[in-house]
């Protein structure tokens, strides 16, 4: 059984070997780290190559997870190895349990053998494009020493081609179902009781800053730390100041804007962090605000907003819907409603949700012992129960936020602000799927 895990092992240290290489190494090989090149009286930047290798750096810092996920899978390699030894040394001690316990354990396994498949010819394209790289990089030297409008163009559009191709790779290493959390990471101790803390769930890993809006009552004031160091120490941040209060702590930030719910409504508003001001405000409609459908924690947290990989999301509920969490995909420019499903799980008997790959998985408890017991996937309009444990260390948590940049959850907990690490078990699906 060891041998088949090395070769897992090998082919996903083998992409984050890559991976990495790249993100290190690819500015400065192509000799564009904020170099400007001129032709023709003019002045471009190639900002595809900066944009791969950011690219680049996500995926390594996936590839390095999902590698863990394969290791923390050799426990149960080893004790079906084990148990198939001593089956084979002594038939008798395989009696019908045993027997079905070992028939469990192989089943478990099975999902690896597909992904193992896919992850070796992933493997084989992220190879490739690192050679590719390598041919553009000398282009590019040539380029700028000899400028020639021909190769120039030949050079833009074989970026561009070979950005379009990472982008494929990176949506089918990018998303996967949720099946465990790690311990709690404290960060700070800061704040009352309940509030909302959060990075940018979209823009590039170069941007590091952190908001926190502390309560969830009549709260207009938001503090920007420039990173997260800073944070943790409480120093280096700035002042918002809302144009109009919030309600609960379901907020998100979502490329350099706030979405948050205005204070007594159940109107939606996307503040913008740079111009200090509101683009677009517009009301959920027949969603439920000022305590109608809260969490079990109450708190005003009728509607929970929130982003994953596949964008920006709204929960919350109706009369017509008989209190059950709706979940509503919103357009992040206008805020219009997208889509829409009906869960049927009652939002009342909810400690928290968060979305991960279109998937809302609610827990059953704001308190100690809670876990993840609810999963609704809006892509097949399925739902299941789930035993997903976590350990809820400060035992009252009223914000519960996935991060799909960081893949990380942000949870306030108690005046304390937790993260945790996720595993996310993926199911790859080739182009013939």
Known sequence: MSVPLLKIGAVLSTMAMVTNWMSQTLPSLVGLNGTTISRAGTSERIVSVQNITQSMEVLDLRTYRDLQYVRDTENLMKTVDGKLKTASENARSLNPKSFQELKDKVTQLLPLLPVLEQYKADARMILRLREEVRNLSLVLMAIQEEM???????????????????????QKLGCGKLTGVSNPITVRASGSRFGSWMTDTMIPSSDNRVWSMDGYFKGRRVLEYRTMNDFMKGQNFVQHLLPHPWAGTGHVVYNGSLYYNKYQSNIIIKYHF???????????????????????????SDIDLMADENGLWAVYTTIPNAG???????????????????????????????????????????????????????????YEYTDIPFHNQYSHISMMDYNPRERVLFTWNNGHQVLYNVTLFQVIKTSED
Request: hydrophobic content about 35%; glycine content about 8%; aromatic content about 12%.
């Open 274 to 300: 740079r111009s200090r001001s509101i683009l677009v405000q517009r009301s959920l409609s027949g969603a439920g605000y000022n305590n109608t459908f809260p969490y079990s924690w109450g708190g005003s």
């Open 324 to 382: 059950n969490i709706v979940i509503s995909r919103l357009e992040p420019q206008s805020l219009e409603v997208l889509q829409t499903w009906d869960t049927g799980f009652p939002k009342r008997s909810a400690g928290e949700s968060f979305m991960i790959c279109g998937t809302l998985y609610v827990t059953n408890s704001h308190l100690a012992g809670a876990k993840i017991y609810f999963a609704y996937y809006t892509n097949t309009s399925t």
């Open 148 to 170: 020639g409008a021909y190769d120039y163009e030949e050079l833009r559009q074989r970026v561009l081609l070979l950005e379009t191709r990472l982008h494929s790779c990176m």
